[in-house]
């Protein structure tokens, strides 16, 4: 029976998940207080520690160093619901072998205390703590699994391959890798390969030397070379041609590029990490994409999800790209009423986070008050709140009954989905979750709400 330790200030959530773990068979012991969570593990040894970050007496990453220091073996998670790349990167520097986003997915939960409880908390990689602003913003559970992956790829030589939709912030991942990485020191160089074309794209990567065709006047070092013991990425990889496949190849395996015009090798030192928005597998059935390229691209992949599916993250992001704008407009930084944010949140963003960032600077630059209304949104995004017929309160009905259509209404405009539901609402995905078996609302009320709307 494995004995774990929980500290969380949040004693209901504390209990929550010792009641988890203890359906699993665990033996837990949980403390609302850091400093008496040193006396407990000075009296009694562990399996595995669960801590939260923020606490009031001490936070979560000088209580895990302590308790390492009596216990160097103790392997210890990390939860927080304040997710961000340094958050994750710093967690696992002192020493965590997981990193966890409040409120937490129970299946979530139970795999990582599984993962946990067989792997020595030495093993965990040792990274830099930087405090650049990556820009990276959100805490929802989708994102913290991509700080989490982040944070454990960074410090290594493996080649990285970001998948993702367009705008949902792949370059800012690849820049967010290096600068956790022991080549921070070094440039960080990015190419759109899909912005370039073929007849260039082999002189930009490669370089040429002098000669070597019309206009070549001079020697010019390739990106290659100039990324010599940094970062390149690769973005849209996807649309490179087989040929230029092929010279990529050579390169990754090699380590060594060619300019053209030359028939001297030279030797370069580079991280590759590569972006697509493409579906890199199907490319390769269909024949357009080498797979031994694809494998030597795909050693660690993370996927960058799109914002429609963490719709809890966008007035976290609503809120940093008002204070970017204003600064980058010399404009004082506006406010957002609850009705505009509703809207931003229940809209589908089909450009993701860039098309939100626009659309933010827009507002900024033409809005003639504050706060911002729906009024000042596009037309586009007011429209996904157009048309709803107001007849939750026709029949004047109780305050319990009202809540209950209010959430069955909002469920349906999202169209199901928790996570964008539970912004709208202003709670969390858990609270959602038991507001629904409050009021007894099942997601097919949910659809057939949606449908009577679309209809």
């Known amino acids: 029976m494995p004995k774990i330790l ?3 200030d949040d004693i209901v959530n504390a209990k929550l998940i010792a009641e988890i773990l203890e359906e699993d068979g665990a033996e837990v012991v949980t403390s609302s207080s850091p400093v008496e969570a040193i006396r407990i593990g000075d009296a009694r040894s562990f399996d595995l520690a669960i801590v939260d970050v923020r606490m009031g007496e001490l ?4 209580l895990l160093k302590r308790l390492r220091t009596r216990d160097p073996s103790l392997p210890i998670l990390v939860m927080t619901g304040f997710g961000s790349v340094e ?46 602003d990556d820009e990276m913003v959100g805490r929802g559970e989708a994102m913290v699994d ?44 990015a190419i759109d390969c899909g912005a370039i074309p073929e007849s260039l794209l082999e002189s930009e990567l490669f370089g040429y030397t002098k000669g070597s065709f019309t206009g070549a006047l001079v020697d010019k070092p390739g990106l290659f070379s100039e990324a010599d013991g940094g970062t390149l990425l690769l973005d849209e990889i996807g649309n490179v041609s087989l040929a230029m496949q092929a010279r990529l190849l050579r390169v990754l395996q090699d380590q060594q590029v060619r300019p053209i015009g030359s028939n001297r090798p030279r030797s370069v030192d580079v991280r590759i ?10 490319a390769v059935a269909r024949g357009s994409f080498r797979q031994d390229l694809y494998y030597r691209l795909n050693v660690v992949s993370i996927a960058i999800p799109p914002l429609r599916d963490r719709a ?25 009423t609850p009705e505009a944010m509703q809207a931003l949140v229940a809209y589908e963003w089909p450009g993701n986070v860039r098309e939100l960032a626009h659309v933010v600077e827009r507002v900024v630059v033409l809005s003639q008050s504050d706060p911002i209304g729906v009024e000042d949104l596009p037309l586009e995004v007011r429209g996904s709140r ?18 209950r259509r209010y959430i069955v209404r909002v469920v349906a405009e999202a169209q199901g989905n ?19 078996r409050r009021y007894k609302i099942n997601p097919s009320e949910s659809r057939r709400s949606s449908e009577a709307t679309v209809r």
């Open 87 to 132: 958050g994750a990167v710093e967690a696992i520097s002192a020493g965590a072998v997981d990193y966890l986003s409040k409120p937490m997915n129970i299946d979530q939960l139970r795999s990582a205390v599984r993962r946990s409880l067989h792997t020595a908390a030495g093993s965990a990689q040792r990274l830099p703590v930087d405090q650049g």
């Open 6 to 8: 929980v500290v969380d």
């Open 312 to 336: 809890e993250d966008i007035p976290l992001l609503v809120e940093a790209f008002l204070h970017r704008a204003a600064r980058q407009n010399s404009k004082p930084v506006l406010s957002v």
């Open 273 to 282: 990490v590569a972006a697509t928005n493409l579906d890199l597998e199907a």
């Open 146 to 189: 991509v700080y989490r992956t982040i944070a454990k790829v960074a410090p290594g030589r493996s080649t990285v391959l970001l998948r993702g939709e367009s705008g949902t912030g792949k370059e800012l991942v690849a820049r967010a890798i290096h600068r956790h990485s022991q080549r921070k020191a070094g440039p960080f160089i």
């Open 386 to 403: 157009a048309g709803t017929p107001d007849d939750l309160t026709v029949d004047h009905p109780t305050l319990e009954e009202l809540k």
């Open 59 to 62: 936070d979560g990453v000088s």
């Open 418 to 436: 928790i996570s964008r539901a539970a912004a709208v609402l202003g709670v969390d995905r858990r609270s959602l979750y038991r507001m629904m």
